[in-house]
């Protein structure tokens, strides 16, 4: 049997439509805060009372009579919005913004925010009063119920409700009654609500809007900062003065920019647009960038920095669309681009902007959810692209070019940097390659900015092809005029320069001969007055300190010979010895004394070589020997010591050394240093070297490096251990003391150095670091 039927809807629907769509409180009230903007209204306030547990939102719209009220509100999923004319969307454009909301699902936003409701209104062409009250929790019950059979309440009110601080329409307008809240209203949540609500209506305070207030009552008369009170910036002035911002407009197939820095005009551009998607719109926007400087005051008069407050928010018919704009959001894929090139390349944290879009309804449809953004379709593709390529990239190149080459611009807040030579050539680099685009046309730029340098110094041939670009394009005989005169005098600068660099260039050589002159002879004076001026003082001093070292020579050997006796005492008590155990105490004893021999032995050695290295100094090298230390250039004296103290020894390798222009002043031991060279040299000698290299580098601001090596046989690894060659007492030579290289780190050590070997056996290669002031 056939038959015509009908869908029956659930009374479930409530929350399909409701809480599920619009998810969270703060979009709910958004949904409100639109409904009342589309409603022509000129104020909004909205009161949180935390003990009536109700929250009344208050508007002068044109309001709803009681038809309205059962015709059009009570029809679900009904918008009037929607059905507007796509020939006269524009002339509905207020100030305040033009439709917010076009699904006819907001009024369900009340269900989110309450298990009740009641609606006062009265419309423009009437007196009366309408009310409706509705209990959301009737719609939860069961499921098999109609939606439709549920009953809600029309009726006429005598008067609106009485309200603490929010103002009563004396007209037309709604009051919202949301009983039974169902979150905790506090001065947090509140604050929360106004900077989004700041960002949802005006976020930088640029433009002219419905005036929006917030109260919360919770007991007291005390007014709250910051939760009582108008919403709002007031932050046009620091955005449009101390920035560099650019203003874009999209209409009728054209693109019009216009580009400022802390308040100075530098140019004005009109271009086609090739963006077809958006022929039917018109697009608005205002891009900013904030250097360090703007950041900082930014943060001081909102009470939060720029990243946290957002980026680019987009608006469409005057009302926000959320998410984009938030702190995580990315739609335009800025951080993602940053990532490839970090000094390049804005990302979100960089710029702060609005963009604006005017458009017949469903032109751009918002996901239903309220929190999504826009749909993504043909249409919010192209205008993604244009907001990118026309406005942030467009801000970006001169940012980049021009602010980010300057490191003090970032804590300028006026546009003073821009009067140098060598930012108005920036500057002019900028402005010129938008000339050479046949497709732009330019209005307008600074002329007292973008003009070519009069020092010669500050013209790049980049620069110089941009200003001609530029002046062919607008056909400007004066600028023409600037580029051949700059020419001019680049042409003169060259030649004069290349004759002053030829002059230079022979005072140069003739002045590095006599240097060279002199140097040699003040070295061989100074050697030969070193060794010959000995006088009855010095020869004091050099005995002083070979009696120091000598001292320290004989009590080492004192020792030494002390813990020789000690083992020969040992030794004699094993004939007396009657079990293992006695034996392992006594051989633990001879091992301890044995070690105390070999360090006493060490001690005297380096004592040795100590003295022989002061001996050596009494006729060659001045030093200071009232003290062991100096405080100098310890690279010029390993230096000096090669060259006075080593050169000519016989049966030692030729010395090299490569120090560049490195330096190291610290205090040090010209005595450890002389000793710690004689190892090397010594150690050399034995591996049949013919020459060493001393290699001197900068390893860090604090420390430098030398590498140590010789052509030797180097370190036979079948005989030797490379890991213990450091170590007191080993040694791979019949004829070694297993000392050398013991000392020879011992002082770096001391020092505050290491010693390491590099070498991988087939050449002996030590690596000294050694800490210090390096010049």
Same mark, same amino acid.
């Given at each position: 049997?056939?038959?015509?039927?009908?869908?029956?809807?659930?009374?479930?629907?409530?929350?399909?439509?409701?809480?599920?769509?619009?998810?969270?409180?703060?979009?709910?009230?958004?949904?409100?805060?639109?409904?009342?903007?589309?409603?022509?209204?000129? +104020?909004?306030?909205?009161?949180?009372?935390?003990?009536?547990?109700?929250?009344?939102?208050?508007?002068?719209?044109?309001?709803?009579?009681?038809?309205?009220?059962?015709?059009?509100?009570?029809?679900?999923?009904?918008?009037?919005?929607?059905?507007?004319?796509?020939?006269?969307?524009?002339?509905?454009?207020?100030?305040?913004?033009?439709?917010?909301?076009?699904?006819?699902?907001?009024?369900?936003?009340?269900?989110?925010?309450?298990?009740?409701?009641?609606?006062?209104?009265?419309?423009?062409?009437?007196?009366?009063?309408?009310?409706?009250?509705?209990?959301?929790?009737?719609?939860?019950?069961?499921?098999?119920?109609?939606?439709?059979?549920?009953?809600?309440?029309?009726?006429?009110?005598?008067?609106?409700?009485?309200?603490?601080?929010?103002?009563?329409?004396?007209?037309?307008?709604?009051?919202?009654?949301?009983?039974?809240?169902?979150?905790?209203?506090?001065?947090?949540?509140?604050?929360?609500?106004?900077?989004?609500?700041?960002?949802?209506?005006?976020?930088?305070?640029?433009?002219?809007?419905?005036?929006?207030? /917030?109260?919360?009552?919770?007991? +007291?008369?005390?007014?709250?900062?910051?939760?009582?009170?108008?919403?709002?910036?007031?932050?046009?002035?620091?955005?449009? @003065?101390?920035?560099?911002?650019?203003?874009?407009?999209? $209409?009728?197939?054209?693109?019009?920019?216009?580009?400022?820095?802390? =308040?100075?005009?530098?140019?004005?551009?009109?271009?086609?647009?090739?963006?077809?998607?958006?022929?039917?719109?018109?697009?608005?926007?205002?891009?900013?960038? *904030?250097?360090?400087?703007?950041?900082?005051?930014?943060?001081?008069?909102?009470?939060?920095?720029?990243?946290?407050?957002?980026?680019?928010?987009?608006?469409?018919?005057?009302?926000?669309?959320?998410?984009? =704009?938030?702190? /995580?959001?990315? /739609?335009?894929?800025?951080?993602?681009?940053?990532? @490839?090139?970090?000094?390049?390349?804005?990302?979100?944290?960089?710029?702060?902007?609005?963009?604006?879009?005017?458009?017949?309804?469903? *032109?751009?449809?918002?996901?239903?959810? %309220?929190?999504?953004?826009?749909?993504?379709?043909?249409?919010?593709?192209?205008?993604?692209?244009?907001?990118?390529?026309?406005?942030?990239?467009?801000?970006?190149?001169?940012?980049?070019?021009?602010?980010?080459?300057?490191?003090?611009?970032?804590?300028?807040?006026?546009?003073?940097?821009? $009067?140098?030579?060598?930012?108005?050539?920036?500057?002019?680099?900028?402005?010129?390659?938008?000339?050479?685009?046949?497709?732009?046309?330019?209005?307008?730029?600074?002329?007292?900015?973008?003009?070519?340098?009069?020092?010669?110094?500050?013209?790049?041939?980049?620069?110089?092809?941009?200003?001609?670009?530029?002046?062919?394009?607008?056909?400007?005989?004066?600028?023409?005029?600037?580029?051949?005169?700059?020419?001019?005098?680049?042409?003169?600068?060259?030649?004069?320069?290349?004759?002053?660099?030829?002059?230079?260039?022979?005072?140069?050589? &003739?002045?590095?001969?006599?240097?060279?002159?002199?140097?040699?002879?003040?070295? @061989?004076?100074?050697?030969?007055?070193?060794?010959?001026?000995?006088?009855? &003082?010095?020869?004091?001093?050099?005995?002083?300190?070979?009696?120091?070292?000598?001292?320290?020579?004989?009590?080492?050997?004192?020792?030494?010979?002390?813990?020789?006796?000690?083992?020969?005492?040992?030794?004699?008590?094993?004939? &007396?010895?009657?079990?293992?155990?006695?034996?392992?105490?006594?051989?633990?004893?001879?091992? @301890?004394?044995? %070690?105390?021999?070999?360090?006493?032995?060490?001690?005297?050695?380096?004592?040795?070589?100590?003295?022989?290295?002061?001996?050596?100094?009494?006729?060659?090298?001045?030093?200071?020997?009232?003290?062991?230390?100096?405080?100098?250039?310890?690279?010029?004296?390993?230096?000096?010591?090669?060259?006075?103290?080593?050169?000519?020894?016989?049966?030692?390798?030729?010395?090299?050394?490569?120090?560049?222009?490195?330096? *190291?002043?610290?205090?040090?031991?010209?005595?450890?240093?002389?000793?710690?060279?004689?190892?090397?040299?010594?150690?050399?000698?034995?591996?049949?070297?013919?020459?060493?290299?001393?290699?001197?580098?900068?390893?860090?601001?604090? +420390?430098?490096?030398?590498?140590? +090596?010789?052509?030797?046989?180097?370190?036979?690894?079948?005989?030797?251990?490379?890991?213990?060659?450091?170590? %007191?007492?080993?040694?791979?030579?019949?004829?070694?003391?297993?000392?050398?290289?013991?000392?020879?780190?011992?002082?770096?050590?001391?020092?505050?150095?290491?010693?390491?070997?590099?070498?991988?056996?087939?050449?002996?290669?030590?690596?000294?670091?050694?800490?210090?002031?390096?010049?």
């Amino acid at each position: 049997m056939q038959g015509h039927d009908k869908f029956r809807i659930s009374s479930h629907l409530k929350d399909i439509i409701g809480r599920d769509l619009v998810t969270n409180e703060f979009v709910a009230i958004f949904e409100l805060v639109k409904n009342s903007f589309d409603a022509g209204a000129t +104020s909004v306030g909205i009161e949180f009372d935390t003990e009536a547990e109700t929250i009344t939102i208050v508007d002068d719209g044109h309001g709803m009579s009681q038809s309205d009220i059962r015709e059009k509100w009570l029809f679900v999923a009904y918008s009037e919005k929607a059905l507007a004319q796509a020939d006269n969307y524009r002339d509905k454009i207020r100030p305040g913004g033009q439709f917010a909301g076009s699904k006819g699902i907001g009024r369900f936003a009340c269900d989110t925010l309450g298990v009740g409701l009641e609606l006062f209104s009265r419309s423009e062409s009437s007196d009366e009063i309408a009310k409706l009250s509705i209990d959301w929790t009737l719609f939860e019950e069961s499921s098999s119920e109609e939606f439709q059979e549920i009953d809600v309440l029309v009726s006429q009110a005598n008067s609106f409700p009485e309200t603490s601080n929010a103002t009563l329409p004396e007209g037309s307008g709604t009051v919202l009654v949301i009983k039974g809240t169902r979150h905790r209203w506090n001065e947090e949540r509140v604050r929360r609500l106004r900077r989004d609500l700041a960002k949802l209506i005006d976020p930088f305070g640029t433009t002219d809007t419905v005036e929006v207030s /917030t109260w919360l009552y919770d007991g +007291s008369d005390k007014w709250i900062d910051g939760v009582d009170g108008p919403v709002g910036n007031e932050i046009s002035d620091l955005l449009e @003065q101390k920035t560099s911002r650019i203003e874009v407009k999209i $209409e009728h197939g054209e693109i019009s920019s216009t580009l400022y820095d802390r =308040g100075r005009k530098i140019y004005a551009i009109r271009e086609p647009s090739p963006y077809e998607e958006l022929i039917d719109c018109e697009v608005t926007g205002q891009i900013y960038f *904030l250097n360090r400087s703007a950041k900082s005051t930014f943060t001081r008069r909102m009470g939060v920095r720029p990243v946290e407050f957002g980026s680019i928010f987009l608006f469409l018919n005057g009302f926000r669309i959320s998410p984009i =704009g938030d702190e /995580t959001d990315d /739609t335009f894929g800025l951080n993602r681009r940053k990532q @490839q090139g970090q000094s390049r390349y804005f990302g979100t944290r960089d710029v702060l902007g609005r963009v604006d879009v005017l458009a017949r309804p469903k *032109l751009f449809r918002e996901v239903s959810s %309220r929190d999504a953004g826009l749909v993504e379709d043909a249409r919010s593709r192209a205008l993604y692209e244009a907001i990118r390529t026309n406005m942030v990239f467009r801000l970006e190149r001169y940012v980049v070019g021009v602010n980010w080459q300057d490191k003090q611009d970032q804590d300028r807040d006026t546009a003073d940097g821009l $009067e140098t030579d060598s930012a108005r050539s920036r500057v002019l680099t900028v402005v010129g390659n938008l000339a050479r685009s046949t497709d732009v046309v330019i209005d307008y730029f600074d002329k007292d900015i973008v003009k070519v340098s009069e020092d010669p110094d500050h013209i790049t041939d980049k620069a110089l092809r941009a200003m001609s670009d530029l002046a062919e394009r607008r056909g400007d005989p004066a600028l023409l005029d600037q580029v051949e005169s700059a020419r001019r005098r680049i042409e003169q600068l060259k030649q004069s320069r290349e004759e002053a660099r030829e002059q230079a260039r022979r005072a140069l050589e &003739e002045r590095q001969r006599a240097d060279a002159r002199i140097a040699l002879l003040e070295q @061989q004076a100074a050697f030969l007055g070193s060794s010959k001026d000995i006088d009855i &003082e010095r020869v004091q001093l050099l005995m002083h300190q070979a009696t120091i070292h000598l001292g320290h020579l004989s009590s080492a050997v004192s020792n030494a010979v002390h813990e020789v006796n000690s083992l020969l005492s040992s030794a004699q008590e094993a004939d &007396e010895l009657e079990d293992l155990e006695e034996a392992e105490d006594l051989f633990a004893t001879i091992r @301890q004394a044995a %070690r105390r021999v070999s360090v006493s032995l060490a001690g005297a050695h380096l004592s040795g070589d100590r003295l022989r290295s002061v001996l050596s100094f009494a006729p060659n090298i001045r030093v200071d020997l009232e003290t062991d230390r100096v405080d100098g250039d310890i690279v010029q004296f390993i230096g000096e010591y090669f060259e006075v103290r080593v050169a000519g020894v016989p049966d030692l390798p030729n010395v090299k050394l490569e120090a560049g222009n490195v330096s *190291l002043h610290r205090e040090f031991s010209p005595v450890d240093v002389a000793v710690l060279i004689d190892n090397l040299l010594d150690n050399a000698r034995k591996a049949k070297a013919s020459q060493i290299e001393f290699k001197v580098s900068k390893k860090s601001a604090k +420390s430098i490096a030398i590498l140590v +090596s010789d052509d030797g046989l180097g370190i036979d690894t079948r005989r030797v251990d490379p890991a213990k060659i450091f170590e %007191r007492g080993y040694t791979g030579s019949t004829k070694g003391t297993g000392l050398g290289l013991y000392s020879a780190r011992q002082i770096i050590e001391t020092m505050g150095g290491t010693m390491v070997l590099v070498g991988d056996g087939s050449r002996a290669i030590f690596e000294i670091s050694i800490p210090g002031d390096v010049a």
